[in-house]
């Protein structure tokens, strides 16, 4: 006579464990992932920002259209533009970039209060330097953007 013998088998305690360890690395993954993907989309962001800059900088620098060169820093966007001042009424050199929803300008910290960092043509150096952060709103990010009066850009 055969004896009645069990089949190998996974308890049920053992299949709600595997699970559950899945999950949880799953949801880490997923958790990591996501910062990546914020950090990167900030990074780009400062470093097409401050090339913006670098780029007005250069251009006053190099008496380009024989002018001072400028770039207007707002809360959800930047604009470049070409004279003494940022002129409300004159439309032509400029250029307009706005930020992603996700992002926005902090702590605007310019020389003299406002918010237009103009570089000398022929030398590139500016008055109006300062700081402001770039915040993603998702990951609370912050990366830093410093203009020196010589006209030198840095972030970190």
Known sequence: MKKNEKTPAFT???ILLS?????????LVTSWTNSSLSS??????????????RHQEMAAHTQYQNAHHGIRIEANQYTTFIGNDFDTSAQEDRQ?????TAFSIENIAINGGG?????DKGSG????????????????????????????????
């Open 12 to 14: 049920f305690i053992e």
């Open 96 to 100: 307009t970039f706005t930020f992603p």
């Open 19 to 27: 699970m559950t360890i899945l999950a949880i690395s799953i949801g």
């Open 40 to 53: 990167a989309e900030l990074q780009t962001i400062t470093e097409e920002l401050t090339g913006l800059i």
């Open 125 to 156: 150096e500016t008055e109006e330097y300062g700081s402001f952060q770039i915040l993603h709103h998702q990951s609370n990010d912050l990366t830093t953007i410093s203009v020196s009066p010589i006209g030198l850009t840095s972030w970190q």
């Open 115 to 119: 918010a237009d960092i103009v570089f």
